[in-house]
């Protein structure tokens, strides 16, 4: 029965008169079911299941079975796509007025692990705990080109510290560079005071506040998963040590970036790397924060420059002479 795809049972049986009638006249439905089927001819005229209008036309049409059940198929899956949206708004704002809430409690005990599923809880949390931090503040920021949103973000959270005189210090790709936003960003955390660095790839992204406090990414692949906000010492020695085995190789913004296969440091070593254990071109381009046409053509330089005539000979010639 067509109820069961969102059709009442009075234009479902009105439909099925018709549909054994073809042409035939309001009048001779209004007789069979009543006037008051006159609501359920408007409710198949609105879905376009009747047609020409009853309104305007004394003859009634139904469109076959197929095209009627392909109809309604449609106006339900546009509701619960509304309906998936609505619930996707209402558990980012759950999120938000959770991580409001644990900002804001005063002398209760905090919990060691948290888990913040929404870009935008990650945000709403990372900018609570700013305005409580007191004397550091660290932080990787893979994925190249940031996004305006995440930008502005980021600067309403490091205003109020870095005004403060709380330390900063952020490592970014190489590739920022090459995009004006995110490079201008760089220089307006450097004019306050805070410290810049870059690499040409990062293992995830994070953040460190105080010492005490490291936020990782549930997947380091996607970070707009959420996040994971811990408090256990352990932990956080963990996490503090990765940057700072990171932080000491990095190469302070200003400075040209390495692009010298001699440089272990480099992008194209980087790159070389990457290949080697066994990333997609895909993969390896998102790692490095560059495009997939950026990668493909240094992919082409490193094999000119190595005389390869493939991407096995690449790898061959990089072992040779101890790249990789």
Not at 12 to 41: H, K, M, N, W
Not at 111 to 126: M, N
Not at 134 to 157: C, H, I, M, W
């Amino acid at each position: 029965m067509l109820t069961s795809l969102g059709l009442t049972e009075r234009a479902d049986r009105i439909y099925r008169f018709i549909l054994g009638r073809p042409g035939c006249s309001v009048q001779t439905t209004v007789a069979e079911f009543g006037c008051l089927e006159t609501e359920a001819l408007a409710e198949l005229t609105q879905l376009g299941l009747l047609t020409p209008s009853w309104q305007t036309d004394d003859d009634l049409h139904v469109v076959s079975p197929k095209a009627a059940m392909d109809t309604l198929l449609a106006f339900q899956q546009a509701e619960i796509a509304e309906r998936n949206r609505a619930l996707a708004r209402g558990q980012a704002a759950a999120e938000m007025l959770l991580a409001q809430y644990v900002t804001q409690r005063e002398g209760t005990e905090e919990l060691e692990i948290e888990q913040l599923r929404s870009a935008e809880a990650v945000r709403a949390r990372i900018s609570g705990l700013a305005t409580r931090t007191r004397t550091e503040s660290l932080a990787f920021v893979p994925g190249g080109a940031q996004t305006p949103e995440v930008l502005r973000a980021s600067k309403e959270a490091n205003v109020e510290p870095l005004e403060r005189g709380v330390k900063s210090r952020s490592v970014y790709l190489d590739s920022i560079r090459n995009d004006p936003g995110t490079l201008e960003h760089a220089r307006w955390l450097t004019e306050r005071g805070a410290e810049v660095r870059t690499v040409p790839a990062l293992p995830m992204r994070l953040w460190i506040a105080d010492r005490e406090v490291a936020m990782v990414p549930i997947d380091p692949a996607d970070s707009a998963v959420g996040a994971v906000l811990l408090r256990q010492p352990g932990a956080v020695a963990a996490i503090l040590a990765l940057f700072e085995a990171v932080w000491a190789t990095a190469l302070p913004f200003g400075e040209a970036p390495r692009r010298s296969l001699d440089d272990p440091r480099s992008q194209p070593r980087e790159l070389l790397r990457l290949l080697a254990q066994g990333y997609t071109d895909e993969a390896a381009a998102r790692r490095l924060g560059i495009s997939l046409r950026s990668e493909r053509r240094l992919i082409s330089e490193l094999m000119e420059k190595l005389d390869a005539q493939g991407r096995f000979q690449l790898g061959q010639r990089a072992a040779e002479h101890g790249y990789i």
